[in-house]
């Protein structure tokens, strides 16, 4: 690891070192998230009880709980209920829920219907933040999932020894830009492009299926980024970042990832950068001001400079006076462009 990044440090890090004498609850959704959010607040010595989703939740997450309730998704009311009756200070919304189970399997009970009547719009962060809210009307601090394992946050700086070239970091601010510009939307967080056209936006297929389509669209090496949503509320469904993600980019032969330092969770980072080390995949998080909101005048001046200098002086290739446009002509650092027929 170079550069100054990292992570939050160890288990004993931040504000999750104090739950000794608490009782934390976690609503846990799908995934591992919720599982180790459940070992660190017992390793903590916090009383943990948890409301499950039916159909979602690992059955583990029950094994750590000293109480726990299990639901249909939409039973807001009886969560609420829970809560209170196991008096817990702090509640912590962990892990995701499955389209099939939000399309198929919600029953929205008298609480959830009067949260959704008042709500402006049906955005994820709108209806979660209702959900927030109503939680604590009713005791207990929702918290984010930070607070349990802050040592698996992200921080700026390059996380890994590969060097980014001009024309990847070009990309890269780009991505970036586009990845942020979609959660604004509250559609997205994730974006790919190679030499400065977009080649996939993340929609309902997630980020691995977003890189997957992208890569097939470029002969070179992708950037990809995966940002926070702008006006994210922190303690809410914070993007996630772990080892089958980087799995895929590597299978792909994606060149460079940027994460966003103001909110990303990774999971097993040693792993994780082991892995993007091992492909060669530089990987670097970033904060608002670092990524440059004009999406990084200096590098795509010089990514072009670059793209037509090879071509021979004055734009022609030094061989038969035709002159390269920058897109026609060879890619600049892009030895290994060659499509990975796996991935067709």
């Known amino acids: 690891m170079s550069g100054g990044g990292g992570f939050s440090g160890g288990a004993d890090a931040g504000a ?29 010595g916090g009383r943990l009880v948890v409301v ?63 949260v959704m009547e008042r709500l402006p719009n049906f955005q994820t962060n709108t209806i979660l933040r209702g959900l927030a809210d109503y939680l604590e009307s009713r005791g207990p601090r929702v918290v984010s999932v930070a607070e349990l394992l802050p040592e698996l946050l992200v921080r700026p700086g390059l996380l890994t020894s590969t060097p980014i070239k001009p024309d ?21 967080q994730t974006a790919v492009v190679s030499d400065l056209v977009a080649v996939a936006l993340e929609g309902a297929d997630g980020t691995d299926a977003t890189v997957r389509r992208g890569s097939l669209l470029s002969k070179k090496r992708v950037a990809v980024a995966k940002t926070v949503k702008p006006g994210q509320d922190r303690r809410l469904d914070l993007p996630v970042v772990g080892p089958r993600t980087i799995e895929v980019l590597a299978e792909c032969r994606a060149g460079a990832l940027a994460l ?33 909101g004009n999406l990084g005048r200096d590098a795509v001046t010089g990514f072009w400079k670059d793209r037509v200098g090879a071509g021979g002086k004055d734009g022609k290739d030094g061989k038969d006076g035709k002159k390269t446009d920058g897109r026609d002509g060879d890619d600049s650092g892009s030895g290994d462009a060659k499509n990975d027929e796996k991935n067709k």
């Open 16 to 44: 999750g070192s104090g739950w000794r004498g608490r009782t934390v609850g976690l609503i846990a959704g799908n995934l591992s998230l919720p599982l180790r959010a459940a070992r660190s607040v017992a390793a903590r």
């Open 52 to 114: 499950g989703i039916r159909g979602e939740t690992d059955p583990e997450v029950y094994k750590l709980a000293d109480s726990h309730l299990e639901i249909v998704l939409g039973r807001l009311g009886a969560m609420a209920d829970f809560f209170a009756a196991e008096r817990a200070d702090s509640v912590c919304l962990v892990g995701g829920v499955g389209r099939d189970n939000v399309v198929g399997a919600y029953e929205p009970d008298e609480a959830a219907v009067s």
């Open 168 to 188: 990847l970091l070009a990309d890269l601010r780009l991505a970036f830009s586009l990845a942020r510009e979609l959660g604004r939307l509250d559609c997205g």
């Open 260 to 292: 966003d330092a103001s909110g990303l969770i990774m999971l097993d980072p040693e792993e994780c950068l082991a892995m993007a080390e091992a492909a060669g995949l530089a990987v670097v998080a970033w904060e608002s001001a670092d990524w440059d």
